[in-house]
């Protein structure tokens, strides 16, 4: 009989796997894998040599706590002559020797997460089984069977191994983009995400249950979104705040990247890290998602709506001078961020595969738990609003309408006439490319169309809002050119009368300081002019000086001032509002990048900024990072104050570990001027051969 098959040594080809599994960035000291895709390891016996028809080879892969076949979590499986598609699978691919190369492959619709890997070798009676370690099993969006495929090359590239992006944010009228460091490859991310995983509450409440689904995107997806914030008292990622108020922790402004949030969570015992809001909830998701596999960006809604009572329209109350009346829970934020996923959702009717919208922002519960999506965003678009999950919800941040109500001093209310503002230019970074991309298309149809109205009319919903009719009086605020922080700025009232005859009318205009979540601080600019008179088929324009010693104390780090305009007519008493946001912009951070740049050798970077304020600034830091190019975050602390009109300038060094196209992302942080962010492209060349 023959003597026992002994396994010597075997190697589980990390570099060589990693590198076609795309997730060579990961596979330093482990071996991560995409489903459905197969993998090479090595096994080297001692004495003699694998003989087919006299040995036995089976392999057992398991994860979760729990590990049960039926579940999908433990499989056991032999070595055969060619793969199996719908189940684990092995097949030898080459002897050498003593040497025996083994193909192994996971079903496409494999549960996701950490495996143990046992060989068991058996000859006649005698058998022996080895534990040849962990392995990380991933979504595949290169599989044509996987769930999250997505058939464009450039798509995956941006969607699930980008690590680097950027986030868009300021106003509807003036858009601005923020550099972000996704991160998604660094040194212990993927192991941070794992953990997330299994400190969900429904990890916790069912082991067997949750690994069981750990299969599906749309629970993924779900589970990413309640556990990124920390509001269900879930030991969630990080806490939100909109106060101002952020002594206790780091600025949701300051941050340039999800890696130092997701470092801190784990550091400090899955304790909220302190703060976030809406584009840091969505920025953490989508390096989660990409970590684990599922292709994820990050998206952006101007004007947009949170309403809380489901009846599509946002009151809001005005005094007779512009000032707000009531709070009311409906608002309106300046810009709102959230995730897009790809996915198939077999679970529902079939033409609603794509992109999903995943909020992670706390806002609403969602069967008792704070988390929003996946939504399809066709069944956004089409009005499907009974479609799984949250679709009423999303419906409505994109498609609600606003009524200003003007609430005279007698107590009387006035509806005004105003234009649909809500759900305006959408937004997400390029494919391969740092430019914008409007998407807002895939969310609504064009308005005012036949299409917009059929989708209004099955989602129960009257658009209430006038459109500009070319009678009456029409109402819009402009702005005279940037308005540059520290700098006195001009905007204008531009009042047309479409009518033929003269109208006589109150123009009140108010200016105060605001936070993208819509909430607003001080005047810091007013004009009540009681008697305009306006000529018939006529334009006027009104000034209104917004001067910096005014609004510069009291400016939030959003760096929004809001701008509204009401005309009350006397002959019939009718109301027009107009409301614009206006984005302060900060001074430009510069780089420069020194030497040539190329992996493994010493780089400088160069930064400096100039304050453009009329009072020095103190306590000036430089927080530099990105993927690739730096060891975690460098921070660079100035010294001195930085006086009026002067440069603050910092020079660090760096060692580029990856050659390829990278950010260098760097934030600016002092007394008076916060949230400065810039970035550069750094294109770092292989070391030579």
Known sequence: MAEELVLETWDLQCERNGREHRTAELSGQQLVVRRGQPFTITLRFSGRGYEEGVDKLAFNVETGPCPIETSGTRSHFAVTDFPEESSWSAVIQQQDGDSLSVSLCSPPSARIGRYHLTLETSTGYQGSSCHLGDFVLLFNAWHPEDTVFLRDEDERGEYVLAQQGLIYQGACEYITSTPWNFGQFEDDILSICLKLLDTNPKFLRDQNRDCSRRNDPVYIGRVVSAMVNCNDEDRGVLAGRWDNCYED????????????????????????????????????????????????????????????????????????????ERHSRDMIWNFHCWVESWMARPDLAPGYDGWQALDPTPQEKSEGVFCCGPAPVRAIREGDLQLRYDVPFVFAEVNADVVYWVVRQDGSQKKSTHPSVVGKNISTKSVGRDSRE???????YPEGSEKEREVFAKAEHEKSSLREEDEGLHLRIKLSEGANNGCDFDVFAVITNNTDTERVCRLMLCARTASYSGSVGPQCGMKDLLNVALEPRAEKRVPLRILYEKYGESLTPDNIIKVVALLTEYQTGDVVVAVRDVYIQNPQIKIRVLGEPMQQRKLVAEISLVNPLEAPLNNCVFVVEGAGLTEGQQIKELEEPVEPQAEAKVRLDLVPRQAGLHKLMVDFESDKLTGVKGYRNVIIAPQPK
């Open 438 to 444: 409007d998407i807002t298309h895939t969310y609504k």
């Open 249 to 324: 922790g780091t600025s949701p402004m300051a941050w340039i990247g999800s890696v130092d949030i997701l470092k801190r969570w784990q550091k400090f015992g899955c304790q909220p890290v302190k703060y976030g809001q809406c584009w840091v909830f969505a920025a953490v998701a989508c390096t989660v998602l990409r970590c684990l596999g599922i292709p994820s960006r990050v998206v952006t809604n101007y004007n947009s709506a949170h309403d809380t009572n489901g009846n599509l329209v946002i009151d809001r109350y005005l005094s007779e001078t512009g000032e707000e």
